[in-house]
């Protein structure tokens, strides 16, 4: 068993590359091999986004607070609300975050494959954004 306590792991604001506007990134677990999970909590301010993405092996998120917006390419925008669960399948380029008038939180949980978690490819324009 491994306990880790809260505030053990340091929050960090989310690097302007792979993200728009103000987000929050708290670690929760990455696991060691032969496990290859990793989890961390997300928190968008208003507007606040990913950019387009893809993860080798699927990705999850729960959605624990507020209102947001998930899309995957060529898809519609969806709106996903707290207690929500979404999942992208291995490889399906996407991406989500908070809507433009409320803050949005979720769990991100996925597998690594040979390391790898995920590829960031281009930033969501304003208009992809806004549908």
Not at 3 to 9: A, F, L, Q, W
Not at 15 to 31: A, D, K, M, N, W
Request: charged share 20%; aromatic share 10%; glycine share 12%.
């Amino acid at each position: 068993m491994k306990i880790i306590p809260v505030g053990s792991v340091a929050s960090v604001i989310a690097p302007e590359s792979y993200f728009t506007g103000r987000v929050v990134q708290t670690p929760l677990i990455s696991t060691e091999a032969p496990a290859r999970l990793a989890s961390t909590l997300v928190n968008f301010e208003p507007g606040a986004r990913t950019v387009w993405h893809t993860h080798p092996l699927g990705q999850t998120l729960y959605v624990v607070s507020g209102a947001g917006r998930v899309q995957s390419w060529g898809g519609p925008i969806r709106e996903i609300r707290a207690g929500d669960v979404v999942f992208f399948e291995p490889g399906e380029k996407h991406w989500h975050g908070a809507g433009p008038s409320s803050a949005m939180a979720h769990v991100a949980m996925q597998e690594g494959l040979e390391g790898r978690y995920v590829d960031w490819l281009e930033k969501v324009s304003d208009e992809q954004y806004a549908g």
